[in-house]
């Protein structure tokens, strides 16, 4: 359990909502920016800032203090394709009473935008995602719309042990996710009936849940409520010619 420490420089550029969010951030699974390594022990939050917005992040003790640092006016946190590390598990919940086929992504490292002014804090690869498609989630009734050109490439028992793989793509054909996932037949039968799955990106914490879809349905409420939470519909299949 990592131990957040935050200076009075960081209090102060954050303001009182911002402070309260980002106290209430959770590091599990979460890694330094600055040695990659996970967070444990005492951590610093940092606070990066143009005067447009600032981007949150976090430091082992060792490797830096917590503290407020100018950056340029014109930069940018890297998109979802520079290096953010993700988990993604597969499950079939409900929407409504229809039962539909889900993917939930969540990234390893651990980064936000805080939007100067209102204090509101926004993971960097959910604010980059609802410039391309998503929508924010605030329940689980029905799937949210589609996000066009979002596809999910499916590649079934192709992983280094035989495993199954899945492939996320932008519209740019940018690699979005690229990894193993336990797809289940119930998951896959889901899948080919609709032709699409419900992708959620957010802060859930699903690590010890993977196996388990009522645990994955309460994480991804609560992450809901807590406007953790963005969601789309993408396009998934197998590759052509390819056997399921």
């Known amino acids: ?17 911002g402070f309260a969010r980002a106290a209430e951030v959770s590091l599990t699974d979460g890694q330094c920016a600055d040695c990659q390594k996970p967070l444990t022990g005492t951590v610093n ?3 990066r800032t143009n005067g447009t917005f600032t981007h949150v992040v976090y430091v082992h003790e060792q490797c830096g203090p917590s503290e407020v640092v ?16 993700m988990t993604m598990t597969a499950a ?28 509101e804090l926004t993971n960097v690869v959910t604010s980059h995602l609802l410039g391309h498609g998503f929508t924010l989630v605030s329940r689980l009734r029905q799937a949210p719309p589609s996000a066009p050109e979002w596809v999910g490439v499916l590649l079934l028992g192709h992983g280094p042990a035989g495993e199954d793989g899945l ?13 193993s996932i336990e797809l289940t037949d119930s998951w896959l039968t889901q899948a080919a009936r609709y032709g699409w799955a419900v992708l959620y990106v ?16 309460k994480s991804l409420r609560s992450a ?21």
Not at 1 to 17: C, F, N, Q, S, Y
């Open 45 to 47: 939050m940092v606070a």
């Open 202 to 217: 957010g802060a859930v914490g699903l690590t010890e849940l993977r196996a388990d879809d009522k645990g994955v349905t």
């Open 70 to 85: 100018q950056i340029d006016p014109d930069f940018a946190p890297a998109p979802p394709v520079d290096g953010y590390t």
């Open 92 to 119: 079939v919940l409900d929407h409504g009473g229809a039962d539909l086929p889900v993917l939930v992504a969540e990234t390893v490292s651990k980064a936000y935008i805080v939007n100067d002014g209102s204090g």
């Open 167 to 179: 492939l996320v793509l932008d519209p740019e054909g940018t690699q979005f996710y690229t990894g």
């Open 224 to 244: 809901a409520q807590a406007g953790r939470l963005v969601g789309a519909r993408i396009a998934v299949g197998t590759p052509p010619g390819a056997g399921t």
């Open 1 to 17: 359990m990592a131990d957040l420490r935050i200076g009075p420089a960081v209090r102060a550029l954050l303001g009182p909502e």
